[in-house]
């Protein structure tokens, strides 16, 4: 069966423009599959997935549902059900892409499916909130926005020209989309601003070796991004180079709202991975004035507006056993490599934050901390040396072609 | 010849990926143009649009230019430059769509960039930080710009970014093969003009019967959300494309949250574009006695206010008499300015579905005391109509639909 475009909305407000958008998609040669994710009134179009076989997949009953009136719980359960059913599709090899319109529930529902899927499937979701904070819409997935400007409410000229621009972005979307093609020669590496250019040193040393090489920016959304591919499956290998998140998650600092997952989804999964303290050097905050006062006082490096604040010997040894937890029990080999000569740009002989001793502190606390299954190697050089670089990349390639 | 996209590129940085999208977009027959916003440091290689081009443009000087050392500093001349050739190409009909690539930097200057094409051509970035917390909102603005999280780093072409890149050369061209099959078609002479109309949710009934009833008469009718952001985008669209023919703005409450500092704050400009255009404007007061303030500039004083739980996002608070008296005379001076025919009808049975007549929310006092302001600043020439029933009653959006023909004919 060819593949086919998900199109959802709720078919009782936007009925008018979900069937304009079938059409529109359709005269370029694409199937629709419409999915009504409506819980007040009737679809005013066909739906190919009815409210009530959402809703039944969701674990739910549409009447019961509609007769209760509660409206976070209906469209809990409307999500849940859009997911499934967007998940058979994937499964049974039937989903080109994910089309979605709505205001601020059906971007909800819509968003939430799309990052039930995986990347690389097409993903446009038009929206009357786009112009918004859209990071609990989007976190980490590759969905394109599309700003609706205007309510999506009746098809006058205005609302046309949204809508062709979303039937032409998903048709070319489904069209080109290459494949995510990985092979096992994939490897993740973390960079990021005022921490070490490692990431860009070590790109070459893995090409010569065959590997291609995705960098991540440690900036909280990129490091959550960089653990779900991992759990994806989509690397040999990770360079997790830039630590520094970790630091500012202490004090929800400025890359701080990273979760529990960072560091630990490769151990737990067993992909190779060799972790460095870049940037564990500072916390950064958004600017002066968010510096909590328990930190005045210390070194500090103003970068632009954002402020970076030395790390203390107390809360690089809370950093040490967090990083000890989340390496535990590992099911591949976790490398971590050291170097002494400091972490970060703003941290070397002669910068702002150099401290050594309290570095050392970090290195004596993780070697008491972590498990006996990773190995902990120390590097008389800055991080960003090409020395370290070189190193990190012979001991990841090493970790690999031995598990091959 | 192919339809032309520009691609916005930093080419210090990113000039493989722009090289990339290019040929991704060529393959699919439109042509691609690289336009190098860089700022220090030397292209990777060749632009059609180079760097000395655009600065030429920016009208500063370019021995001034090349000793500024400072990337901040170099931003504004790239983007002002980069704005007259986009505009150049685009009053010749050499652009058909634009794409920008980049980390913070690059979209923003990008989105800036693309910003000064007018609504319905095709724009699109592709950003590393599309879903930073407030970040979106930067970049897009009141634009009908398209946004793409690139997930990963664009810092080499590895196999996931061709994946992001191809997808986004689809989506351009997609757009731009679209919008070009249906342009937008503004009614002709003689025909009915499209009516702008704002609104939010405690006026979604007036709005609901008001847009039934123009429709029925063959207008087109343009909802835009009063949350702060649509209600911008109108009055851009009103102030940069002439679209339309006649504004109902039921929910004006954007002027006092600008002058608050509230939540729905819709830009220091807010009831003017109208105005200066000379375009007729029927006004509701719907929301406008109450503000959204932000929970976190939340006052001590805010909690002895009546307060409405609108939803787990939102709160309003009425609004106090002297903030009213604020408020009024805004509205009054914005609206004394107005080249073109303005009324104003105020349904004395409350002003929104939550303080209405019957309601712990309804104080016509305390309305009152906006409506003699309001009366005492105005022109003479501008009539305040009081209606009695509440805003979301039939009545009142029969009136408003009087008002409207009685302005702008049937």
Known sequence: MAKKILLIGTLDSKGREIAYLRQRVEERGWGVITLDVGTLGNPTCPADISQQEVAKAGGGDFSQMKSKGDRSYSVGIMIQGAINKAAELYSHKELAGVLAIGGGTGTAIGTAVMRSLPLGIPKVMVSTVASRDVSPYVGTRDITMIHAVVDLVGLNPITRVILDNAAGAIVGMVAGAAVVNVGRSLIAATSFGISPISAELARPLLEEKGYEMVTFHANGMGGRALEELIGQGLFAGVLDFVTHELADQLYNGYCGDIGTDRLATAARRGVPIIVAPGGLDCIVFNSIDDVPDKLKGRKLHHHDIRVAVRTSEEELERIAMTMAQRLAHPRGPVGVLIPLGGWSEVDKVGAALFDPRIDRFFVDALKRLLPPEVSLKEVECHISAPKFARLAVEWLDEMICTRR | ?410
């Open chain 2, 1 to 410: 010849m192919g339809r032309v996209i520009v691609i916005l590129v930093m080419a210090e940085e990113k000039w493989q990926e722009a090289d990339f999208l290019r040929k991704e977009i060529e393959s699919r027959g439109c042509k691609a143009v690289i336009l190098d916003m860089g700022l220090l440091g030397n292209p990777q290689g060749l632009c059609d649009i180079t760097r000395e081009e655009v600065i030429s443009l920016s009208g500063q000087d370019a021995k001034e230019v090349a000793l500024i050392t400072d990337r901040g500093k170099r931003m504004p001349v790239m983007v002002d430059g980069a704005i007259q050739k986009v505009r150049e190409l685009y009053s010749e009909g050499n652009i058909d769509g634009i794409i920008s690539i980049g980390g913070t930097t690059g979209t923003q200057m990008g989105t800036s960039i693309m910003k000064s094409l007018p609504f319905g051509v095709p724009k699109f970035a592709i950003s590393s930080t599309a879903s930073l917390p407030a970040f979106a909102s930067r970049y897009i603005g009141t634009s009908d710009i398209t946004l793409m999280h690139s997930v990963v780093e664009i810092a080499g072409l590895d196999n996931l970014m061709r994946n992001v890149l191809a997808r986004a050369a689809g989506a351009i061209c997609g757009m731009v093969e679209g919008s070009a099959s249906v342009p937008i078609s503004l009614p002709g002479k003689g025909e009915k003009p499209l009516v702008a109309m704002t609104h939010f949710g405690p006026c979604e009934e007036c709005a609901v019967s008001v847009r039934r009833q123009l429709e029925e008469r063959g207008y087109q009718v343009i909802g835009f959300s009063a949350a702060g952001i649509g209600d911008r985008a109108m009055e851009a669209m009103i102030e940069r494309q002439n679209l339309f023919g006649a504004v109902i703005d039921l929910a004006p409450g954007g002027v006092g949250e600008e002058l608050l500092g509230f939540a729905r704050a819709a830009g220091p400009t807010r009831l003017e574009a109208a105005g200066k255009k000379g375009i007729p404007q029927i006004i509701a007061p719907c929301g406008v006695n109450w503000g959204s303030p932000l929970k976190r500039k939340y006052k001590p004083e805010y909690e002895l206010r009546k307060k409405y739980d609108y939803d787990a996002v939102r709160t309003f608070i009425r609004l106090s008499e002297e903030e009213l008296i604020v408020v009024a005379n805004a509205i009054a001076d914005k609206l004394n300015k107005a080249r073109g025919p303005v009324k104003v009808l105020i349904p004395l049975g409350g002003w929104s579905s939550f303080d209405r007549r019957g309601t712990e929310f309804h104080e016509p006092e305390l309305d009152r005391v906006f409506v003699d302001q309001l009366k005492k600043k105005l022109r003479q020439d501008i009539e305040v109509r009081e209606v009695d029933a509440d805003l979301e009653a039939p009545e009142f959006a029969q009136a408003m639909v009087k008002a409207f023909h009685e302005v702008v004919g049937t």
